[in-house]
């Protein structure tokens, strides 16, 4: 009886000590990359937050390390909260949010849905929706620079359809600059969001629309029933890198604009460059940046909770 009990003991024993050397010896082989992963995230948000807290700038002669002889606490951050120039730029950056997204997102959907079925031709047009998408964005804003001059393509072909001369200052005007540089985004980016969404569709079960289609179910049924409940997870997942890359829009608008005429096309990474570049006001560039995180942070907690729900959802 003794001996009975013993063996299972001694056998969990061994189980243990060996799980307990996997844990030790994987540590061991890990940890020169969490090192590595906490010196790259850690280290400068740390010093990001150190810098925010003092008025340091490069034209003061010392190291960051010595920003602390310039410390003002959180002064960097009351002069934030009533900056009209830093809060009319994180405007227009969320209206570009608006407005290309949501664009960016049917155009994309719509040609997912088109690219859902084999026809001739396919690879082809699926290559030339691709293209925009490769073009590097600097160069994209150069493209659309020339486009939307006033003696350039875009009023030509508006001319030859209304029969009259139109000559429409485009980036010289307070109120179309901004919109050429929405057009410009939505051309450049609208394939990404095809491009993922195309995937999620491949994931949807041919059976099961073909079992619908079978039972009389008409395409906006099967769309409403079967395909959006499926893409859910996709969708959330598009939206969310769109929203945080169009957050980011720098290259294209600065190249076409300048953030001008004035500071009309100004978004919040434009007011960041020209603060951290012309300015040299370093401290307070870093209180900027660590906000901007911030609020990126709560989104993307957001769409992973919906995310996780809409996983959850499916799966009941």
Known sequence: MTDAISIPTVAVAVIAGTDRESRKLGFRLTLPAQILVLFISVFPLLMQLYISMTDWSPLDGVGWWMAWESWNTFANYTDLAVDTRFWDALGRTVLVMLVCVPAEFLLGFALALLFMDDFRGKRVFYSILLMPMMVVPAVAGYMFFMLFQSGGPINDIISNLTGAQFTLAWLSSPGWAMVAVMVADIWQWTPLMFLILLAGLAGVPEDQLRAA??????????????????????????????????????????????GGPGVATETISVYIYKVTQNDLIWGYVAAIALVILIVLSIAVNFAIKKMNAAREGGRA
């Open 213 to 258: 289609t079978l039972l009389g179910a008409s395409w906006p049924q099967r769309f409403r029933t079967i395909i959006l409940p499926k893409m859910k997870t996709i969708i959330i997942i598009a939206l969310a890198i769109r929203v945080i890359e169009n957050f980011k829009i720098f290259d294209t608008l600065y190249i076409m604009t300048g």
